[in-house]
């Protein structure tokens, strides 16, 4: 899995490549969790357009950033997700508490952020 994080004036996007299973969740978790400690971010956009692979580890491990993110007093929004996850995230009852967008613009605009224009990204 391949993990990238940036700030969107007070809100942390993070870019998830790769499959988001039990060989994967723990390293997203520990990395989402730390991003947004160091970012002192409270709102959490997570894009999934690369997520090609989705199960019961991963699902755990974003309702667990929403729960750390709500703590907090922060909102969590997905982004740009493939049909197949959104059904997956659907079936799991996590889109009727968070919000979901076709793209990481959308969620920002909603959340009140905007992407800056160069840099400001974490490899």
């Known amino acids: 899995m391949d993990i990238t994080s940036q700030r969107a004036g007070d809100i942390l996007v993070v870019r998830a490549r790769g499959e988001l299973d039990l060989d994967t969740s723990r390293e997203f978790r520990l990395r989402v969790d730390a991003d947004l400690d160091r970012f002192g971010s409270r709102d959490l956009v997570l894009d ?5 692979f989705l199960d019961s580890s991963g699902l755990g491990a974003i309702l667990g950033r929403y729960k750390k993110v709500a703590e907090n ?10 049909p197949h996850v959104g059904r997956l995230l659907e079936l799991s009852g996590i889109m ?26 974490r490899p």
Do not use: M, Q
Request: aromatic share 4%.
């Open 48 to 52: 999934l357009a690369g997520v090609t």
């Open 73 to 82: 007093g922060g909102r969590l929004a997905l982004a740009g997700f493939a």
């Open 96 to 121: 009727r508490i968070v919000g979901s967008y076709p793209t990481v613009e959308d969620a920002l605009r909603d959340l009140g952020g905007t992407l800056p224009a160069a840099g400001g990204g």
